[in-house]
T-cell receptor
Framework: GAVVSQHPSRVICKSGTSVKIECRSL??????MFWYRQFPKQSLMLMAT?????????EQGVEKDKFLINHASLTLSTLTVTSAHPEDSSFYIC?????????????FGDGTRLSIL | AQTVTQSQPEMSVQEAETVTLSCTYD???????LFWYKQPPSRQMILVIR??????QNATENRFSVNFQKAAKSFSLKISDSQLGDTAMYFC???????????FGQGTRLTINP
């Protein structure tokens, strides 16, 4: 089946550091990828929709300059948390949907646990 | 606007029992899809079952089945012969045909006790 790989799985870094998270579709081309944030014991919150070759679409309240998204190829989208602070600590999950699959289920990465000290 | 509501924050049953998780949704669209996802402690998101709104027959996947009541906008998940490995957060989700965004419910934390 379709597989989405997310890396790294865990990041611990100092406040002020920028952190890059990668999301790769391993066996299909993903024109659209999604980035979610999940707080403990809560649901997934969509942050932005990443479109290959164009600008990402951010959800209301999500700072585009804080969370930089790049979707430069059909198999890779990256989320960069710039100048991270402790309040950015969270679990980040990406998902992808192959083109032409209509409303087939999204395939999720295993997530990245980000801890800012 | 599309919304998904799970009214049971937590549930707990004994192993081998049957448990039903509730989900209601609201949409003005006629063509949409519904999903149940499982998120175990490892935090992977695993698709459990999906239902196309145009299908009247309830979807079934082994021990997992749904009760899809379109008029009532209800989409409950029944887990039969529950197992310890079923312990997880369960999320109900929906997406309108042609749309990109998957809308999630708040989740239900299910614990299966030995």
């Amino acid at each position: 089946g379709a597989v989405v790989s997310q890396h790294p799985s865990r990041v611990i870094c100092k406040s002020g550091t920028s952190v890059k998270i990668e999301c790769r579709s391993l066996d299909f081309q993903a024109t659209t990828m999604f980035w979610y944030r999940q707080f403990p014991k809560q649901s997934l919150m969509l942050m932005a929709t990443s479109n290959e070759g164009s600008k990402a679409t951010y959800e209301q309240g999500v700072e585009k300059d804080k969370f930089l998204i790049n979707h430069a190829s059909l198999t890779l989208s990256t989320l960069t948390v710039t100048s991270a602070h402790p309040e950015d600590s969270s679990f980040y999950i990406c998902s992808a949907r192959a083109p032409g699959q209509g409303n087939q289920p999204q395939h999720f990465g295993d997530g990245t646990r980000l801890s800012i000290l | 606007a599309q919304t998904v509501t799970q009214s049971q924050p937590e549930m707990s049953v004994q192993e081998a029992e049957t448990v039903t998780l509730s989900c209601t949704y609201d949409t003005s669209e006629s063509n949409y899809y519904l999903f149940w996802y499982k998120q175990p402690p490892s935090r992977q998101m695993i698709l459990v079952i999906r239902q196309e709104a145009y299908k009247q027959q309830n979807a079934t996947e082994n021990r997992f089945s749904v009760n899809f009541q379109k008029a009532a906008k209800s989409f409950s998940l029944k887990i039969s012969d529950s197992q310890l490995g079923d312990t997880a957060m369960y999320f109900c989700a929906s997406i309108i045909q042609g749309a990109q965004k998957l809308v999630f419910g708040q989740g239900t934390r299910l614990t299966i006790n030995p």
